[in-house]
């Protein structure tokens, strides 16, 4: 197992592009709330120093956002919460950390959950693969459509 992974010392692993790229047909993503100026998945991204957290998230469509894993992701879920709120689909890749304050509050009731089967093999910057995640992974969406009508179907 990649140490590195184990280590939180480097908390912007990144998305495999395969990956990715079956999200992005199903939501035709138009943003990328969390990247870098290598890692970015869409035109449109904010960086760190753009600071997604800060940014509107409605840019007239579907949101990836795959955060930093560290002590701050409650603060990227709460983004995507909110912005769903807005009406914004936003689609998160996350660990699937259930036990968290987090996932009660923001996320269970409250946005669809697909748990990966097995651990994705994230990559560096430079889409190296660092070996399996040594951590369950979900994928959660928040459906703006849904939120809007205040979570009825």
């Known amino acids: ?3 590195a992974l184990l280590s939180s010392k480097k908390m912007n692993w990144c998305t ?3 990956f990715f790229d079956c999200l992005n047909e199903e939501f035709q993503f138009v943003l990328d709330a969390a990247a870098s100026d290598k890692t970015a998945k869409c035109p449109i991204y ?3 120093e753009t600071d997604g957290l800060s940014q509107s998230w409605n840019c007239g469509g579907a949101v990836f956002c795959n955060p930093p894993y560290g002590r701050e ?5 709460y983004k995507a919460y909110e912005e769903s709120k807005k009406g914004n689909t936003i689609v998160m ?30 990559t560096d910057e430079e889409g190296i693969s660092a070996g399996p995640a040594p951590f369950p992974s ?9 939120e809007k009508r205040g979570g009825k179907d």
């Open 1 to 3: 197992m990649n140490q």
């Open 16 to 18: 495999p592009q395969d």
């Open 46 to 48: 904010y960086t760190p």
């Open 73 to 77: 992701i409650k603060n990227w879920v």
């Open 93 to 122: 890749l996350i660990p699937a950390r259930t036990d968290t304050s987090y996932f009660h509050e923001y996320i269970y009731g409250k946005a669809e959950i697909r748990f990966i089967r097995g651990r994705i093999h994230f």
């Open 138 to 146: 979900m994928v959660v969406i928040f459906n703006g459509e849904k």
